[in-house]
């Protein structure tokens, strides 16, 4: 939330959550014992789950806000609503996978942890292709 709230100017929102990701990601990166005992808190622990179904929540409203921000339009308009629940959905498919791979492939979880940023490029990508489709 703070990422986007106090994004320098010219900054877009997109932008501040990719640089969001990738200080996030470089204070996990490299410890596979806490993305599996993440993972397993997540998956067996219902208010775990719920905690997180909520952070999602506020995020996507806040995300949509900066969106609509950047558009000049109010966050309920449907351009940067859209941008919101795409930014979330990739970033949950994201995770789904790269759960799977560490509930999986002990070898490539450390790969992906070594470098998480880079797993989330593609989603970025996706992302920033939509947004710009959008501005013309």
């Not at 010219?10 to 990166?29: C, H, T």
């Not at 993440?38 to 952070?55: F, I, K, T």
């Not at 919101?84 to 942890?113: F, G, K, M, N, Y």
Request: glycine residues 4%.
């Amino acid at each position: 939330d703070r990422m986007l709230r106090e994004r320098p100017e010219g900054v877009s929102a997109l932008e501040a959550l990719r640089q969001w990701i990738s200080v996030a990601a470089k204070e996990y990166a490299g410890d596979f014992d806490y993305a599996k005992l993440e993972l397993r808190l997540r998956r067996e622990s219902p208010a775990v789950a719920a905690c997180d179904l909520q952070h999602t929540r506020q995020f996507e409203r806040r995300l949509a806000e900066a969106v609509g921000e950047d558009f000049g339009e109010p966050a309920n308009a449907l351009r940067p609503r859209l941008v919101a629940a795409a930014a979330v959905a990739a970033l949950q498919a994201s995770s789904a996978a790269a759960d799977e791979i560490v509930d999986t492939d002990p070898e490539a979880a450390r790969a992906l942890l070594a470098d998480p940023a880079a797993f989330i490029d593609d989603a970025m990508r996706f992302l920033e292709a939509g947004l710009a489709a959008l501005r013309s």
